[in-house]
């Protein structure tokens, strides 16, 4: 069960790797969106670094 937990984080980081990829290649980016997912994906990372 661990390993799909795993998984599913890594898919989630992934995930908000591109949604910060896109937002950053917006024409005008919003600073508080990229803050966000950028708060975001650290939890994910520690999460994966925890399990």
Known sequence: ME???A???QS?????ERRL???M???VP???TIQ???KQKLAV???IARS
Do not use: C, T, W, Y
Not at 12 to 16: D, E, I, S
């Open 3 to 5: 390993s799909s937990h």
């Open 7 to 9: 998984s599913a984080l």
């Open 12 to 16: 989630k980081h992934r995930g908000l």
């Open 21 to 23: 990829k896109d937002e």
């Open 25 to 27: 290649s917006r024409p």
């Open 30 to 32: 919003d600073a508080a």
């Open 36 to 38: 966000a997912i950028k």
């Open 45 to 47: 990372k520690e999460a």
